[in-house]
């Protein structure tokens, strides 16, 4: 149990168009949902946290009008890469929790998103 | 703010070696400690933790102790296999429960037969 899918694995864009990376939780309901983003040999960083049917809480230094994040329903987040530059080519991951967020609960991690802009 | 340091690899091993991957922490207060683990095509995966000083994690083999007087929290494993290849992330979240998680950078392992 506790599957997390994100969709799609690759993406290759041209600079200036936008994407969206969808991750779902297949097997459970995921109250909070975080974005990562990984760079080549460097650690995950956080980039924002979301909780079902409110805004995201993004984290210092990343930009809420470039990456739009959205938790739809308990089951589904999306990120959006607004006009997206070779600069924001990245491996992009979700994780889920199951529940609240005022205390630790494991968190469950999607495969990654790798995404390259041209 | 807090950070994690963990030993760079990539780190290749025969069968049946002993496996240790160094990770220090710096953070305020008392965090909580993690190991996961990421297989090849699949996502990171919780492989142990501990939650205050002195505790021990253990899964598959694997062992941790959370160490408060060196800052520490080293994987070691006695003797690993070729499926224990994958990449290792040191990893801890805030005094309080916070959910939030700063990772290392990651570790790549390499067990050949």
């Known amino acids: 149990g506790a599957v997390v899918s994100q969709h799609p694995s690759r993406v290759i864009c041209k600079s200036g168009t936008s994407v969206k990376i969808e991750c779902r939780s297949l097997d459970f309901q995921a109250t909070t949902m975080f974005w990562y983003r990984q760079f080549p040999k460097q650690s995950l960083m956080l980039m924002a946290t979301s909780n079902e049917g409110s805004k995201a809480t993004y984290e210092q230094g990343v930009e809420k009008d470039k990456f739009l994040i959205n938790h739809a329903s308990l089951t589904l987040s999306t990120l959006t890469v607004t006009s997206a530059h070779p600069e924001d080519s990245s491996f992009y991951i979700c994780s889920a929790t199951r529940g609240e967020a005022s205390s630790y609960n494991e968190q469950f991690f999607g495969p990654g998103t790798r995404l390259t802009v041209l | 703010g807090n950070s994690v340091t963990q030993m760079e690899g990539p ?15 710096t953070a305020t207060g008392y965090p909580s400690l993690f190991w996961y683990v990421q297989y090849p095509g699949e996502g990171l995966q919780l492989l142990l933790k501990a939650t ?16 408060k007087e060196t800052t520490s929290f080293h994987l070691e494993k006695g003797s ?11 990893a801890l979240s805030g ?3 916070s959910e939030k998680l700063v990772f290392g950078k990651g570790t790549k392992l390499t067990v050949n037969p």
């Not at chain 2, 780190?11 to 922490?25: D, G, M, P, R």
């Not at chain 2, 205050?52 to 160490?67: I, P, Q």
């Open chain 2, 80 to 90: 690993v296999q070729v499926s224990d290849s994958a990449v290792y992330f040191c």
């Open chain 2, 11 to 25: 780190v290749t091993l025969s069968e049946e070696a002993f496996l240790t991957i160094n990770c220090t922490y």
């Open chain 2, 52 to 67: 205050k000083a002195d505790d021990k994690g253990s899964n598959k083999g694997f062992e941790a102790t959370y160490r």
């Open chain 2, 95 to 97: 005094q309080g429960g």
